[in-house]
């Protein structure tokens, strides 16, 4: 099934693997130390990450490494990006209220 990376990053675990393994490089009993679920679970989080490309799989000997794909999170960046301009947009309008009230203020 592919899995899209919104679906990917909605769920608070899998944004905390993705943050512990862009620090650095991971196996996956490494990574489920820092959870209370088993491994199993920590392993279904783990395969919806790499369904979506956001972190790619690396064999050094018998151990698996996960890696951190920032490449693929430009797909969120650029979703993200056009609200930011949003938002910047009413702040900056916020701002020019404000000022224009505290300028009424001092002229009282």
């Excluded at 919104?6 to 393994?21: E, N, W």
């Excluded at 959870?35 to 799989?57: G, M, N, P, Y």
């Excluded at 490494?65 to 650029?78: A, C, G, S, T, W």
Aim: charged letters at 30%.
């Amino acid at each position: 099934m592919r899995r899209d990376i919104f679906q990917a990053i909605a769920d608070p675990t899998r944004r905390a693997i993705l943050s512990l393994i862009a620090l650095q490089a991971m196996t996956p009993n490494a990574l489920a130390t820092h959870f209370d679920s088993s491994r199993q679970a920590v392993s279904k989080h783990i395969k919806i990450l790499t369904e979506c490309k956001l972190i790619e799989q690396k064999q050094d000997g018998r151990e698996i490494y996960y890696h951190f794909n920032p490449e693929k999170m430009k797909e969120v960046d650029q979703w993200i990006e056009q609200f930011r301009k949003i938002w910047e947009r009413r702040f900056d309008q916020l701002d020019q209220v404000l000022l224009n009230m505290k300028n009424k203020k001092n002229e009282k």
